[in-house]
């Protein structure tokens, strides 16, 4: 299994970017992936994650109504959109997976796979 987060770079303070976590060897029959971020100096904290046996993903309270996860089914792909950035949110971005199970919770520990992280710097 292996999971490759791209599409992190350096934007400014209000604006947007789609973060996506590619996966191989991974089926989206049975899955969750959830979304992470570690920024400088911090602990790395739980974004919002998304699973097969619940419509609607879940989000932390500090990216709610800003950030919204999606997933692509024929593309193994699951996407993390990001508006009105904030220089807080600037870290590196990591999508974790794990498959079977029900739900999901932005808990690292319930999580098999990592991707390698991929960095958002919004300058403040």
């Known amino acids: 299994v292996q999971l490759v987060e791209s599409g992190g770079g350096s934007v400014q303070a209000g604006g947007s970017l789609r973060l996506s976590c590619a996966a191989s060897?991974?089926?989206?029959?049975?899955?969750?992936i959830g979304w992470f971020r570690q920024a400088p100096g911090k602990e790395r904290e739980g974004v919002g994650c998304?699973?097969?046996?619940?419509?609607?993903?879940y989000y932390a309270d500090s990216v709610q109504g800003r950030f919204t996860i999606a997933s692509d089914s024929a593309k193994n792909t699951v996407y993390l959109q990001m508006k009105s950035l904030k220089p807080g949110d600037t870290a590196v971005y990591y999508c974790?997976?794990?498959?079977?199970?029900?739900?999901?919770?932005?808990?690292?520990?319930?999580?098999?796979?990592w991707g390698q992280g991929t960095q958002v710097i919004v300058p403040s």
């Open positions: 974790a997976g794990r498959t079977a199970g029900w739900g999901c919770h932005i808990y690292e520990s319930e999580y098999d796979y």
């Open positions: 998304i699973s097969s046996t619940d419509p609607e993903p």
């Open positions: 060897g991974f089926t989206f029959d049975d899955y969750a």
